[in-house]
């Protein structure tokens, strides 16, 4: 699946202050997948049971 600059900056955008905050709390190694996550229930309003559910478009854009 491919998702458009403005599908990401729409449902992928910035994590909150608060979701900022609480991956700061966590392990370096963990944050992008507890971004991804986050991201990922807000969108879909579910947690993904597979790293493969994750658009990779989405987590580049994360990740940056």
Same mark, same amino acid.
């Given at each position: ?6 599908? %990401?900056?729409? *449902? ?5 202050? *608060? +979701? /900022? ?5 966590? $392990? /370096? ?6 971004? /991804? ?5 807000? @969108?879909?309003?579910?947690? +993904?049971? @597979?790293?493969?559910? @994750? $658009? +990779?478009? *989405? /987590?580049?854009? %994360?990740?940056?």
């Amino acid at each position: 699946m491919r998702f458009s600059l403005e599908a %990401l900056t729409g *449902a992928w955008r910035n994590l909150s202050f *608060a +979701d /900022v905050d609480f991956g700061n709390s966590k $392990p /370096v190694g963990s944050r992008l997948g507890l971004a /991804v996550q986050l991201k990922f229930f807000a @969108a879909y309003g579910h947690f +993904d049971t @597979a790293a493969a559910e @994750a $658009p +990779d478009e *989405a /987590v580049s854009y %994360l990740a940056e």
